[in-house]
Structures are given as C-alpha cells and as structure tokens.
C-alpha cells in the first residue's frame, strides 16, 4: 500500500523569539507574518494562495457537490431573497428588501401601494464592494440618514438625502463606524456618534474615542456641537434616542463589549443637564421614553434573564424602577411593545413581549399596568422572531419578523384588536423546493454537569421513527459562544445544502452566548472561557456516542469569535475532528488586544497585560497550543484582507506553526479573499465562499464519496 505524501508547505522561517511575560515563557516563532506588507509575508501569502488553488482543483467537479451544482443550489435556496420590518413614519413605511438574484439589500419607501427605492449600494458601486451599513428616517419621514461602507473596512460614512426627491441634502460625514442616528423634530438636526479626527490622537487610537455629536443638517461636520463622552473611556461605544416629542435625549455607554452599559437623561426643553439612569451599576440596560410619557427600561439588573421597569423620567435613577415584567426563571426577555389607541390617544392597552426559551421564541400579552399574563401570540411553528415594531403615532398593530429552519424570514402582523396574526410580507423572489428534513433540539451534559442544547438538523429519510440516525454520517458542527450572542433557530442555505446532500448540520447553544441570560454569558468569559471549549467538545463527542457521526465523518466550523472556537477545538482536541473550518478567527490571544478592535474586547477574554489574565489567555490560546508530530484535521482558514475587525494575521500565524508541526497528510490550508471585510458583502462573493467551504468539508467528510 503508498503511503499518502505530506503536503509541501511554502517556507515560513521560524524565529527564535521567547519573551518573559508576567514570569510565562511565550514563543511567538512567527510574529513576522503579523506584518502584511512585509515582503516576506506577501510572499508566503501568495504561496498560500497556490496552494489552495492547487487542492481546490481536486474539488470534484460532477454531482450535487460540484462547483457548478452547489453554486446553483445555494443561488435556489437563497432565491427567494430578503424583506425587513416597516419603520413607520406617518403614512410612509421604509423597508429593506432584497431580490432573489441582487448583490444587496436596498431601501425602499412606500405610500400605499407606490414603492420607490431609496438607495440601491450596487448603484452607488456597481463593483457591489460597497455595503449599507445603516440607516434611519427623520421622525416626520422627509430625510433619511444613511452610512455605507467600501471594500469590507466597515468605515462608513454618513449621509442625508430627502425622501421625495432621492437628492443629497448632506454628506458626506466621515469617522462614523457604528453610529446611530437620532433625529430632531423637524428634521433640521440629529444627534451622532463620529470618533475625533485621527490628528489628535495616537497613532494606535484611531478607532476610537467616539463622542455624541449634535448635527444641523447642511452645515459642515466640523461645526457640529460636542455633546456627550469626553472623560470617558476611550473605547465606549454609545446609543443616543430622543423621544418623539423631542423632549428627552436618552445616551448610553459601555466600554468596549464589556456586559454593562451606562444610561443617562437630559431634558433638552431646559436644557437641563445629563442625569443618571443607571451608572456604575453592572448590568446591561436600555431605555427608552414611551408614547405615554414614561420612562421604560430593559435590564438585568438583579434579573439575568432580563426584567423591564418603569419610571418618571424626571426621577429616572434605579431606586425609583417599578418592575412591570419580573424575570422569568427559564426565558430570557428579548424585546417589548405597547398597543395604544393612536393619536392623541397614548394611554397603553397591551403589552407585548418577546422571550427565547431555550433559544425558540415565544411571545406573550399583558396588562401594561400590572405586568399580569393576559395570553399568548400564536406564532408561525418553533422558531426565532425579531424585533416588535410600532408605528410612533400609536395604534393596535405590531411587526415583526419570522424564521425557522425551513422557512425564509417573513413580516407578520399582529393586531391587538382581534389578536389575529396575519402574513403582512413576503420576500419578493421564488421560495426553493426543500428537503423533507427534521430539526430536532437535543440535550447534552458538559464536563462540569450543565446542560447544553443544540440543533441536529437531517435529512427525514436518514432517520428512524423515533428520530435516531439510520447511520453515522458526515456532520458539520457549528458554534460561537461569546459576546452574549444567540444562535436561535433560522432559517440557512449552507445547511440545507449539506443536509440535502446527505449531511448532518448541528448548531451548539455553548456558554458565552446569550441563550440562557447574562449568567449564561458570564459562565463562558474570561476566567470561565474554557467551559465554551468544554460544551463544544462535548457536544460532538455525543454526536459520535449517539452514532449521528464518527470522527472520520466530523468537521467543526465558526467564524470571528466562533473562529477561536474551532481554532481551540483543532488545537486541543485534534481527535475528535477531521475537519476544521476556521474563518476570520482571533487565535494568538497573547496579542489579540493590539489589533483590529481586539482592545475593546478585554473585558470578553481577559487583558493579557496583567498577569492573572494572561494566564487564563496562555491555558488556550490556540497559537500556542500547537504540539509537534500531532496529526491535525484538515483545515481551512478563510481571512479577508478588509477586515478591520480581526486581523488575518491571526490565521497566518496559526496555520504556519500547524503546517510545521502536523504529521500526516490532512492539508493545512489558508484561503485569501481582497476586498472584503469581516462583516457584509455581496451575494455572489457569499455564494462563492460557501461552496468552497462545503467542498472543502465534503471531501475531508466523505461526504458524496
């Protein structure tokens, strides 16, 4: 019998590079390759790049699993398109809607039945890099503020046309990644978040130092009025809202990611000064003024899952919240909504408020007086809502949108008249034809004795009566676990492709996320991250001992913070997998923090400038965990040189020390991609990517074989 050759690697020179940090030795062979324009590192990425060319071409071209087949399929399944909820503003609704076979969403305004597109980001860029990013119409529906960005960077740039005519009326207003927008009455100004010219800063501060900024549309940006966050943490993000009578502005904060976030109020009728909500308090809470005048607020202060109270605005602090919703001991508290008669009419009716239970959603109606349960929201089957949307003047109907994992989001309508639930949009283009598949929720117990959920999702003919597996087959197994975000059910074209092709897709429920509440969260950061690792290996080793998958068959797969977790998964449990999809991760936890936006994420993973912190770091930063003569799974790193987020040189440097140091002949491969980012892009460059990694999985799988 021939033995498999090891693949040739392209030379990545190893430093001898130790240094002593807080009494640890640390190694970093390879901090050369942090650097993207040194030569050597264009060199080796480019021998990268021939290298992946080269095991792609082996992809087989013929079957479902094809290049040409799997890229038509994705282009069925994802044909149908997208439609988002209204944002009313009095008779015009804006709405985002993409066709079946366009690049990217647009805007679209309509008055009754007419329907004009506001702004198209193909137009502005028929190259389709660049992306809406956000928007947001005045309170009366004349303007709309706008942010897009170029080639993956995520720096939009703000601008204000005028809804009947589609003409700019200002703009463009640099510096303002992540900003919200928060009109004025009238429209003639809006509150914003823009960072500090870059000249007054440090060179290694440029993505930061934001401030909440007042803007008087059509005067330069260089005159805007200074409002909010100077004293604070460099790192903050903010929120900004003022109420519909533009009385009240509402500002929030939170230092980087961290869990908590500072509120504060100002009268702007007399021009009082900002007042605390809720400041130096260590929870997460948002507020808002409601049409009756008072003073609502979402928090876990005191509740994990979440609680909503009530207020004066005028005594706004958390010694005077009246809790109106008590947490509940298992659903998490998502979002809120109230009925009222309209108009003049703002005395609330009903309350409405959404949960995830165990990461399904549930919505239920109350006394908006008492909180008391008065029913339940009949929702489409066991999946994920989004957002309950209201029109500002008031009224009996609320938006929101629904998915699950066989049906594409759609915007349903609930009238609190009646208490019908009505489709009320569609996406515009054709739904594909599915597979019968079943999507069943299972029960997994971690190391540490919690309890940890996932999603099997497989084809119907492939199982049994009770559900059970006819056979081993090859599985992906997705996760994230982190940053307090949920991954509920939904509905998605990579793993109804794999599950049609007869593959099993798994998404984990891991510590970290947001599916069980802020203790949840809490449970797997910092000093607690392991336990995510722990849940996502034990996820799959109940896969094999419950005979969905073997390790033959078994591939894990995530993205940015879900990145680490594979990457983590391929340095400390290489048995277990035989593949390994890691995109856009962070892996050198050592020095994550001086890159891309990794400071902001200390209070997530740990500071590895002090020495406890650094500790938990080192116990599994994946770049150094990487052991000589391992036989590694076969891996697939996929980095975008837009990415102002996560630096590639996370993944350059991983996979140059798994290359030395595998043994074996799984490949080790990095796959480039230019002119995108870490966040949105076009639909064919997603389609193009998708089939790659499938094929990628497949062929490591056996999948189709």
């Known amino acids: 019998m021939t033995a498999t050759p090891l693949p040739t690697y392209p030379p990545a020179h190893r430093l001898d590079l130790v240094e002593d940090l807080h009494g640890h030795a640390v190694a970093d062979p390879y901090r050369w390759l942090e650097d993207a324009a040194d030569a050597r590192t264009e060199a080796w990425s480019s021998a990268q790049d021939e290298l992946y060319a080269a095991h792609r071409a082996t992809y087989r071209a013929d079957g479902a699993l094809g290049a040409e087949a799997l890229t038509g399929r994705l282009g069925e399944l994802l044909g149908a398109g997208f439609v988002g909820t209204p944002a009313w503003r009095g008779e015009r609704r804006f709405f985002s809607r993409r066709a079946g076979d366009q690049e990217h969403a647009v805007v679209v305004v309509a008055e009754g039945d007419t329907e004009r597109v506001l702004i198209d980001p193909v137009a502005l860029d028929p190259a389709g890099t660049t992306t809406l990013d956000a928007w947001q119409p005045s309170k009366e529906g004349h303007l709309l503020a706008y942010q897009v960005s170029s080639g993956g960077t995520e720096e939009s740039v703000l601008h204000v046309l005028d809804v ?164 509940d001991p298992e659903a998490v508290l998502e979002d809120v909504a109230f009925t009222d008669g309209g108009a003049d009419d703002t005395t609330p009716t009903l309350l409405l408020a959404s949960w995830r239970r165990h990461t399904v959603s549930e919505v239920t109606t109350h006394d908006p007086a008492s909180g008391a349960v008065l029913g339940a929201v009949a929702l489409p089957g066991l999946g994920s809502i989004s957002g309950l949307v209201t029109r500002p003047d008031g009224g009996a109907d609320v938006w929101f949108s629904y998915t699950d994992h066989t049906s594409v989001p759609s915007v349903h309508r609930f009238d609190a008249a009646s208490g019908a639930v009505t489709l009320w949009a569609s996406p515009p283009g054709a739904l594909a034809d599915l597979p019968s598949v079943v999507a069943r929720q299972v029960e997994v117990t971690s190391p540490d004795g919690t309890t940890v959920r996932a999603f099997v999702v497989a084809r119907a003919d492939l199982l049994d009566a009770s559900g059970a597996p006819l056979a081993p087959a090859p599985t992906i197994l997705y996760g994230y676990g982190g940053f307090q975000i949920s991954l509920d059910p939904g509905y998605s074209a990579t793993t109804l492709a794999w599950v049609e092709a007869g593959g099993v897709y798994v998404v984990a429920n891991l510590r970290g996320g947001g599916e069980e509440g802020e203790d949840w969260h809490r449970d797997g950061m910092r000093a607690n ?177």
């Open 529 to 705: 991250k392991q336990n995510v690792f722990d849940d996502f290996h034990a996820v799959g080793d109940w896969l094999v001992a419950h005979g969905w998958t073997t390790p033959a068959q078994l591939a894990c797969w995530g993205g940015s913070n879900g990145g680490l977790l594979v990457g983590a998964a391929l340095t400390q449990r290489p048995d277990l997998f035989a593949a390994v999809v890691c995109s856009a991760p962070l892996l050198d936890m050592v020095r994550y923090q001086r890159f891309g936006l990794g400071v902001t994420w200390t209070e997530e993973y740990g500071d590895a400038d002090d020495p406890t912190e650094l500790g938990w770091l080192l116990g599994y930063s994946p770049y150094h965990r990487v052991v000589d003569g391992t036989a590694y799974p076969s891996t697939l790193f996929t980095v975008f040189e837009g990415d102002t987020r996560v630096d590639p040189l996370h993944a350059r440097k991983l996979a140059a020390a798994v290359q030395a140091a595998r043994s074996g002949a799984a490949p080790i491969l990095v796959r480039r991609e230019t002119g995108v980012g870490h966040g949105g892009r076009s639909l064919s460059r997603s389609i193009a990517l998708t089939v790659e990694q499938l094929q990628f999985v497949a062929a490591a799988t056996g999948l189709g074989a």
């Open 164 to 327: 009947a005519t589609g003409e700019l009326v200002d703009g463009p207003i640099d510096r303002a990644r992540y900003s919200p927008v928060a009109w004025l009455p009238g429209g003639e100004a809006f509150y914003y978040v823009r960072r500090l010219p870059p000249e007054q800063l440090p060179d290694d501060e440029h993505q930061y130092h934001r401030r909440v900024w007042l803007h008087r549309v059509g005067t330069p940006a260089e005159t805007d009025v200074e409002v909010f966050g100077d004293g604070l943490d460099h790192t903050s993000y903010y929120g900004v809202s003022v109420s519909r009578d533009g009385r009240w502005l509402i500002v929030s904060a939170s230092a980087g990611t961290a869990p908590r976030t500072d509120v504060w109020i100002a009268d702007l009728s007399t021009g009082g000064p900002f007042v605390e909500v809720a400041v130096g308090i260590d929870a997460e809470t948002g507020a808002w003024i409601g049409r009756d005048g008072r003073l609502w607020v979402h928090t876990n202060l005191d509740a994990p899952r979440g609680r909503l109270a009530v207020a004066d605005p005028t005594a706004p602090g958390a010694e005077h919240w009246t809790t109106v919703l008590a947490e």
